[in-house]
Nanobody, 118 residues
Framework: QVHVADSGGGLVQAGGSLRLSCSVP????????MAWYRQAPGRHEELVAK???????TYADFVKGRFTISRLFAENTAYLQMNDLKPEDTGAYYC????????????WGQGTQVTVSS
């Protein structure tokens, strides 16, 4: 059973920063993709950022220039550095991990809440 542990959310004022962390403890095979999705109240889940292998990144337009995704490939750990946070960034953020070998499949963390006050 693959367990995805995501954390780092909290309450921050607009313009502030947070760093989210995602790890997959106990895995010895590198995940193909690690990504962050978010779901705001009343909205569908949306991709925030993803990283394929250890350096191919994709960002949603609404976070470009403010958020940075990175990972420690050998440790199956990813980070989402979020700067210049806005109230509309408020939501539950979920880590998504995809393996194409070993424990093949897609796995989700339990989510971490980010709340940005104006």
């Amino acid at each position: 059973q693959v367990h995805v542990a995501d954390s780092g959310g909290g309450l921050v004022q607009a313009g502030g920063s947070l760093r989210l962390s995602c790890s997959v403890p106990g895995t010895t095979i590198g995940a193909k993709t690690m990504a962050w999705y978010r779901q705001a109240p009343g909205r569908h889940e949306e991709l925030v950022a993803k990283i394929v292998d250890d350096d191919i990144t994709t960002y949603a337009d609404f976070v470009k220039g403010r958020f940075t995704i990175s990972r420690l490939f050998a440790e199956n750990t990813a980070y989402l550095q979020m700067n210049d946070l806005k109230p509309e960034d408020t939501g539950a953020y979920y880590c998504n991990v995809q393996f194409i070998v070993g424990p093949r499949g897609t796995y989700w963390g339990q989510g971490t809440q980010v709340t940005v006050s104006s």
